[in-house]
């Protein structure tokens, strides 16, 4: 079966310009996380989802990052007025249910902003 | 605070050596689970393995194997006869229970083996 996908793979974007990022989440996923990943470092939470209720935007780093899931299944990251500190792979994560289960993860876009 | 720390930032070893990766992790939970995920080369993070907290019992799958310790809050991967194919960034996690059950990911291990 499908696994999670993302999109775009890579993204430029100047400074300033706002992004949109899409997570597809494997279907009937009920759970859906958004992870900052740094060069060099481990993943580092944004937010989550529990279908289309955003439970936890703990993560976001600025007022600048907005996250959807409108439907409960395709999620987006959107990050306004894009600075060269949010350069970052961003990993998008789905799993099951609650209770600890197995996160499966997509590849990532790799946002580089110059 | 909850926290995972992966003090070996790289390790380099020769096909077919035995390798262990260190984990150890913080946190004031009585329940909690701890992961195992692999990043090759490609950037897709690979689950390993999950275990939580009441089950103390090392796990072995193949060349893998993975020793959780409580007394010293450890939970440490060996990889044995390791392979060309093992080369990757391995992560250890916690998943914090008491909100979402996001993930607390280490700084990883970065493992090369070299034929």
């Known amino acids: 079966g499908a696994g999670v996908s993302q999109s775009p793979r890579y993204k430029v974007a100047k400074r300033g310009q706002d992004v949109a990022l899409r997570c597809d989440p494997i279907s009937g996923h009920v759970s859906l996380f958004w992870y900052q990943q740094a060069l060099g470092q481990g993943p580092e939470f944004l937010t989550y989802?529990?279908?289309?209720?955003?439970?936890?935007k703990s993560g976001l780093p600025s007022d600048r990052f907005f996250a959807e899931r409108p439907e409960g299944s395709v999620s987006t990251l959107k990050i306004q007025r894009t600075q060269q500190e949010d350069s970052a792979v961003y990993l998008c994560a789905s799993s099951l249910s609650r209770l600890a289960d197995e996160q499966y993860f997509g590849p990532g876009t790799r946002l580089t902003v110059t | 605070a909850q926290k995972v720390t992966q003090a070996q930032t790289e390790i380099s070893v020769v096909e077919k050596e035995d390798v262990t990766l260190d984990c150890v992790y913080e946190t004031r939970d009585t329940t909690y689970y701890l992961f195992w995920y692999k990043q090759p080369p490609s950037g897709e993070l690979v689950f390993l393995i999950r275990?939580?907290?009441?089950?103390?019992q090392n796990e072995i799958s193949g060349r893998y194997s993975w020793n959780f310790q409580k007394s010293t809050s450890s939970f440490n991967f060996t990889i044995t006869a390791s392979q060309v194919v093992d080369s990757a960034v391995y992560f250890c996690a916690l998943s914090d229970l008491d909100n979402t059950d996001k993930l607390i990911f280490g700084t990883g291990t970065r493992l090369q083996v070299f034929p």
């Open positions: 275990r939580n907290s009441f089950d103390e």
């Open positions: 989802f529990q279908n289309e209720a955003q439970l936890d």
